[in-house]
């Protein structure tokens, strides 16, 4: 599914009218009966005379207001429509037609200039938005903010009792960053028209969408090829067609070798974790690389694993002679997976320049890989097939800025990475982006804070190494680890309950989200 920009969806609006000649008042007519169905469907169970407040703004998304003011009106709610909007500014083109037809229809319609003129929110049934979507570009005042902010104390007063319907963004957030530029009015499902917007995903937009529905406003597939948006919505649609091949015939030599080199002294576990991980991913082999005075742990520690001791500066800390034998075996191998626990020593951080330097294979960079790289992506511009996996904080240290930054603009910091290294980067957290150099990305919309425990990304390390050892695309293979990784944790999630969860828990599902994705 198409994620769009604020500038993606404006134009692919433009190219159906324009180079399609589909009048921009039927598009509206579209949306709006688009919205209406998804509130009916949203909402089954209704109050005698429901009582219907709809805040509609001077723009198109006011216009998309007045069409269900009528909708509404014709399916016996009752029905008040309130222009929200500065003195002097006036409502223009397909959004006046529907204003005046509303009018003429002799709803109940008012208008909102200031304090004094805003209504009693608390006595709705339901708060339809329609105030502003994606052509906001600045910060809220005047009587836009007042109606907002008293629509939202009065959805916080009444709760559930009080429905709120956002008209493809909830009035205020960015279509681009997810960033609030009003007082917040929290949708309990917001209809996005046409695509689904990136803001939607990012910041506060998680928290004041409530569920999203995708609305059809009649552009085809014929139109959205010629002005595809850059961004995809991660689903098991979009993934199925780069699930690695499971011939009947298959045999250990068909399913990949896959590596992974780290787990230093106290930090094994990272390590265990991500051979897990490339164990439930499919692969044939596992073999893990690790100093060579912890082979009783890890002998002990993994079964379904393979073992290969690497050389020491000092028990349990890498020496720089390790990134000659993971090259040497790395090349009769189809991946590997740097980084978990490898430790911040000088020996790690040369083993991570030379074999930086050597790959011509598949290769995953993560956790302590990625921090010896601060400052250097640039010189992983050669290597193909490569995916970096940083949390913020490791993103924060590879871009020479803060977590806080990074979390303020999540999509151009993936892709900053991502121009700047020429690799794939799968940046984790909420809703997970997965950016190639040149901007095209895949946003995850599953998993959620059930995953935040520590292992975790080590898991989801192990397992996109694993895809990639059976051949799958790098950029399209991060989205597809990423994809199973928070279905795995939304089935723990849904099972055990949101907290208590290990990253064992999620890799002992990962075989059933196979099973999901494959239809079997």
């Not at 429905?163 to 009003?182: I, M, Q, T």
Request: charged share 20%; net charge neutral; proline share 7%.
């Amino acid at each position: 599914m198409y994620l769009a920009t604020s500038a993606e969806m404006k134009a692919l609006d433009r190219l159906a009218i324009e180079r399609f000649g589909l009048p921009g008042i039927v598009l509206m007519e579209n949306a709006a009966r688009s919205v209406f169905r998804a509130a009916l469907d949203f909402w089954p169970d209704w109050p005698a005379s429901p009582r219907v407040m709809i805040l509609a703004g001077p723009g198109q998304n006011g216009g998309d207001g007045w069409v269900l003011a009528r909708l509404f009106s014709a399916a016996g709610f009752q029905v008040q429509g309130f222009l929200v909007k500065p003195a002097g500014r006036e409502v223009t083109g397909e959004a006046a037609v529907n204003l005046a037809v509303a009018q003429k229809m002799g709803l109940d319609i008012s208008k909102v200039a200031g304090e004094s003129q805003l209504p009693d929110f608390g006595r709705a049934d339901l708060i339809v938005d329609a105030l502003f979507g994606t052509g906001l570009g600045r910060r809220l005042s005047g009587p836009a903010a007042l109606a907002l902010k008293s629509a939202g104390e009065a959805k916080a007063a009444r709760g559930p009792r009080l429905r709120v319907l956002a008209v493809d963004l909830p009035s205020g957030l960015s279509g681009d960053s997810g960033e609030l530029w009003g007082p917040p009015l929290p949708a309990d499902l917001t209809v996005t028209l046409g695509a689904p917007k990136v803001g939607l995903y990012l910041r506060e937009g998680p928290a004041l969408s409530g569920r999203i529905v995708v609305g059809d406003i009649g552009l085809t597939p014929q139109m959205l090829a010629q002005a595809p948006p850059r961004g995809r919505l991660s689903d098991p649609e979009e993934l199925r067609p780069f699930l690695p091949e499971r011939p009947l015939d298959g045999h250990k030599g068909s399913f990949g070798h896959v590596l992974l080199a780290g787990g230093a002294r106290g930090k094994t576990g990272a390590l265990v974790l991500a051979a897990r991980g490339a164990a439930r991913s499919g692969a044939a082999l596992v073999t893990a690389l690790h100093p060579a005075s912890l082979g009783p742990v890890y002998e002990e520690k993994l079964t379904e694993a393979m073992t290969l001791e690497l050389p020491e500066d000092e028990p349990g800390e890498l020496s720089a002679e390790a990134g000659d034998l993971i090259l040497d075996y790395f090349s009769e191998r189809q991946a590997l997976a740097l980084g978990p626990g490898l430790g911040l020593g000088e020996g790690a951080a040369q083993t991570v320049l030379k074999v930086v330097k050597g790959s011509r294979w598949p290769l995953v960079l993560d956790a302590d890989a990625l921090t010896h790289l601060a400052g250097q992506l640039k010189i992983l511009k050669p290597l193909k097939n490569l995916v970096l996996t940083p949390h913020p904080g490791e993103a924060a240290r590879l871009l020479a800025s803060s977590a806080q930054m990074i979390q303020s603009d999540r999509l151009g910091a993936a892709r900053e990475m991502a121009e700047l290294s020429g690799a794939v980067v799968l940046l984790k957290g909420r809703h997970s982006l997965i950016v190639e150099p040149g901007g095209r990305f895949f946003l995850n919309p599953n998993g959620g804070p059930h995953l935040a425990v520590g292992g975790s990304g080590d898991l989801l390390t192990g397992l996109l190494a694993g895809l990639l050892a059976q051949g799958a695309p790098a950029f399209e293979g991060a989205a597809l680890a990423a994809w199973v990784h928070g279905r795995a944790g939304d089935i723990c999630a849904e099972e055990l309950g949101p907290c208590g969860l290990t990253p064992d828990d999620v890799a002992r599902r990962l075989p059933r989200v196979w099973r999901e994705l494959r239809g079997s």
